[in-house]
């Protein structure tokens, strides 16, 4: 038996086909189609990349002021001193005098007149021909050489699968119909062009990617994606989910008792999005919805309209948060509305005891259990619903990749085909809406409920931090709380804790007066339940939280917050934290300290932030600056599913990638699994995650 051969470094780079290697495309190009004199390098002289060639006249090593290669070329118009800091012998000897070489670089004035420093070197007879395209420069790992990739590239572009794989699979006619402009290139002519661009091509738009050439391939790709959330979508309206139907029906509801109950009237927002989610609860096939709505905006209560829903029908409903903390602030809201109504309530998460874990375990699967809420320990395997109807995701998109996936199989198993409600307080722009989210109908509460204040957002220095701790001890003084967030620090868990019970210490010194308390990641279940109790309940006035404390809590007469370090903090962490407060009638007012030097990138966002509380505001500016892995919560993959596609670069090719696919679906169905294929192959999953 032989062992298998160890990847090699292509392969490693995910090289491993010629279809891989076609579709790894240049990030630049160099120029090596033309040619200047000595003279006109020297002319062009700094910035302005130029290639030459000319005889060796004197090569040496020089030893001050340090060891380095001095070769002097000539030819008929000039002579062009070439410096080398680090060189190998075989370079020494490749550049002797008499050798012909052709270099490129730029002229730079040295310490002795204009020279090149470090230019690439070829040793060429003086007629050996100009390469005609442009020479393209490869994404690579370290230690992977461009002539590597070139070579193999070049090489699978020549196999014979690529003409197959890379064919034109949509119809002409539908092309030419859709696509604006007469200049989009066959799929199989754009690929080769990218990799082999002609000498006058325009590589300003080949490297910004707005190349014809890269719109073909970006418009491939979207239609691939746009295609596969189609099918998802038919997929799920084939899928039997149970339909909760005609609640009138039901004497003396779950759904009723528990909106007489409410100490509220519903907002009109709330009654909009409720009467969607009723309507797709009422269908046969899973309900796949998002609400949406700023932080504060009063999800919840419709979370527990639709669970009181399932559970009228006779279902279990599952609610579960990506922390423990948040999964607890649902477990004590819920606990609160639907105990009085004699509902059974299971709590699961993966702190608890083994012996809790298996009581709540065994009333989940005999069905005593009615509403289950937990992290994301409910979707282990452990678990199995005796009759579940509803699943409620809380900030979906911060559970991790894994447990996404998971979630999705699992919920979309056999076993489980349920309705699933999604809630995020994180807008979605349209162009991801578009794309990743395109199965997904969403619903948006846009209403605050009534009686809410405007958060007053301010930016203090660091170095004034003895007056805003005057400001809070005069504000505790009236009787209201306060949050005080440390500072994130994402290299070190330890050193985020360090810090947060240093503040703990030092404002409990300070304000002697008032009961303070911490709460951090590294507290047990119990023991975060209880501070958070005790600060509900008034007994803790200022709560010292590291961001445990970012989504979810909710103490209405904590009304300001101050945030450490707020230099270090994303805008949509800024703008969940500061949703903690502006929850009850009190003037809200938020904090954010900074120390310097502040970039100029920390500078804008904390301005954007203290003058704009529109959540969609930020969430767009947040992902015109991440980009949209972060916001998916797909970065821990390292892959977004749109390789060549930045969408906001190419959001206009979206609606043109979604008309080609309903036109392909309905009418070319045959060639849609070989687009597919081409694209997503494995990836796939990822878009259900
Ligand atoms: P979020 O959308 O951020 O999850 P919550 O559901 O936690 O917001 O609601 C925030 C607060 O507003 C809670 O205290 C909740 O009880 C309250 N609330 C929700 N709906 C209303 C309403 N229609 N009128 C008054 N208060 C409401
Ligand atoms: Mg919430």
Redesign the pocket.
């Known amino acids: 038996m032989s062992k298998p051969r160890p990847p090699n470094a292509l392969e490693k780079m995910g090289l491993d086909s010629p279809i891989a290697l076609a579709l790894h495309l240049p990030s630049r190009y160099e120029d090596e189609t033309t040619l200047d004199s000595i003279e006109d390098a020297l002319i062009k002289g700094a910035f302005t990349p130029v290639q030459t060639q000319g005889r060796v006249i004197r090569s040496q090593v020089l030893f001050r002021p340090r060891r380095q290669l001095m070769v002097t070329i000539e030819d008929e118009t000039g002579v062009l001193p070439l410096r080398f800091l680090n060189f190998y012998p075989s370079q020494q000897k490749q550049m002797a005098v008499g050798a012909h070489l052709r270099v490129r670089g730029e002229v730079r004035d040295g310490y002795s007149g204009p020279e090149m420093v470090h230019p690439a070197v070829k040793a060429l007879a003086p007629d050996a021909p100009l390469p005609r395209s442009l020479t393209p420069v490869y994404p690579a790992s370290a230690g992977v050489s461009q002539t590597l990739i070139r070579k193999a590239v070049a090489q699978a572009l020549r196999a014979p699968e690529i003409q197959a794989f890379l064919a034109e699979l949509i119809p002409e006619a539908l092309l030419r119909e859709i696509l604006p402009g007469g200049d989009w290139m066959p799929l199989h002519d754009a690929i080769q062009f990218l990799h082999e661009p002609p000498a006058d091509a325009d590589t300003a738009a080949l490297v910004e990617r707005t190349h014809p050439a890269w719109r073909r391939v970006q418009f491939e790709e979207l239609l691939a994606q746009q295609i596969s959330l189609k099918r998802a979508h038919s997929i799920r309206r084939q899928r039997h989910a149970p339909a909760f139907s005609g609640a009138t029906q039901i004497q003396n509801s779950i759904e009723q008792r528990l909106l007489e109950s409410l100490p ?4 009109g927002a ?1 009654e909009r999005v409720w009467s969607e989610i009723e309507a797709d609860l009422s269908r046969s096939f899973p309900m796949n919805r998002l609400l949406q ?9 419709v979370a527990a309209l639709a669970c009181a829903r399932a559970m009228d029908y006779g279902y279990q409903a599952a609610v579960m948060a990506p922390t423990e903390i948040l999964a607890e ?1 649902h477990f004590i ?1 819920m606990r609160e509305w639907f105990e009085p109504l004699g509902i059974e309530l299971a709590w699961l998460s993966g702190s608890l005891k083994a012996k809790d874990k298996k009581m709540a375990q065994a009333s989940i699967e005999s069905g005593k259990a009615q509403l289950i809420i937990g992290t994301h320990a409910l979707i282990q395997e452990s678990v199995s619903f005796a009759k579940l109807g509803l699943a409620v995701i ?1 900030e979906q998109h911060r559970f991790g990749v894994r447990q996404r996936l998971e979630m999705s199989q699992r919920i979309g198993s056999e076993l489980l085909y349920c309705h699933q409600l999604m ?1 995020s ?1 994180t807008p979605i722009p349209r162009t991801l809406a578009m794309t990743y989210y395109a199965d997904l109908d969403v619903a948006v ?1 846009d209403e605050l ?3 809410r204040k405007p958060i007053t957002t301010k930016i203090v220095r660091q170095s004034r931090r003895e007056e805003v701790i005057q400001g809070l001890h005069a504000w505790l003084g009236k009787g209201l709380q306060a949050y005080w967030v440390c500072p994130l620090i994402e290299e070190s868990e330890a050193l985020q804790l360090q810090t947060a019970t240093e503040s703990y210490a030092q404002l409990g010194a300070q304000l002697p007066e008032f009961k303070v308390g911490l709460v951090h990641g590294r507290l047990k279940a119990e023991e975060k339940a209880a501070v958070m109790a005790a600060f509900k309940a008034n007994e803790i006035q200022l709560l010292v939280a590291t961001t445990v404390i970012e989504v ?1 809590v ?1 103490v ?1 007469n904590a009304a300001l917050m101050v945030i450490e370090h707020a230099e270090r903090f994303g805008y949509a962490q800024i703008h969940q934290l500061r ?1 903690r407060v502006g ?1 009850g009638t009190a003037d809200s007012v938020c904090m954010l300290m900074y120390a310097e030097p502040l970039s100029a990138a920390a500078k804008e966002r904390l301005q954007t932030l203290r003058e704009v509380s529109d959540g969609f505001v930020i969430a767009e500016r947040d992902l015109s600056l991440r980009g949209p892995g972060e916001l998916l919560g797909a970065k821990q993959s390292g892959d977004t599913m749109l390789r060549f596609v930045d969408l906001q670069r190419d959001a206009w090719l979206i609606d043109l990638a979604q008309q080609a696919a309903e036109r392909l679906l309905a009418g070319h169905a045959e060639l849609v699994e070989q687009q597919l294929d081409r694209w997503l192959g494995s990836r796939a999953d990822f878009l259900k995650a």
Do not use: N
């Open positions: 509220f009237r519903l907002t709330q709505g700023d932080v504060g905006s009063g999800k919840t209560v602030q809201k809380d809630m307080a509460i409920p009534p009686g979810g909710d209405p949703g929850r």
